[in-house]
């Protein structure tokens, strides 16, 4: 069983920026994303790096697209979401995950909460 562990999580006020990162441990080769879950809501991705094997490239959820960038550091096993213009809606628990199982990634961190404020 492996382990992915965020931080960068914090406080900050609309219009801010704050930048996650994920220490995958071994997980480098893999498709990695991030997903984030609001008080009352389910969990919804945020984006997705699709690793080399899958043919690489970036997805985002349409509510964070020119806003969120997601990154990685395959020498590091490190991911990354680069996160600007926040809005109070951007609030919830965000969580790293790595590794597909069909529709489904198979690990997940413990999950980082983000709070932006008016």
């Known amino acids: 069983q492996g382990e992915l562990v965020e931080s960068g999580g914090g406080s900050v006020q609309a219009g801010g920026s704050l930048k996650l990162s994920c220490a995958a441990s071994r997980y480098s080769i893999c498709n990695m994303g991030w997903y984030r879950q609001a008080p009352g809501k389910e969990r919804e991705m945020v984006s997705i790096?699709?690793?080399?094997?899958?043919?690489?490239?970036?997805r985002y959820a349409d509510s964070v697209k020119g806003r969120f960038t997601i990154s990685r550091d395959n020498a590091k096993n490190m991911l990354f979401l680069q996160m600007n213009n926040l809005k109070t809606e951007d609030t919830a628990v965000y969580y790293c995950?790595?590794?597909?199982?069909?529709?489904?990634?198979?690990?997940w961190g413990q999950g980082t909460q983000v709070t932006v404020s008016s």
């Open positions: 995950a790595a590794c597909t199982s069909g529709a489904d990634f198979k690990y």
């Open positions: 790096s699709l690793s080399g094997t899958s043919g690489g490239g970036t």
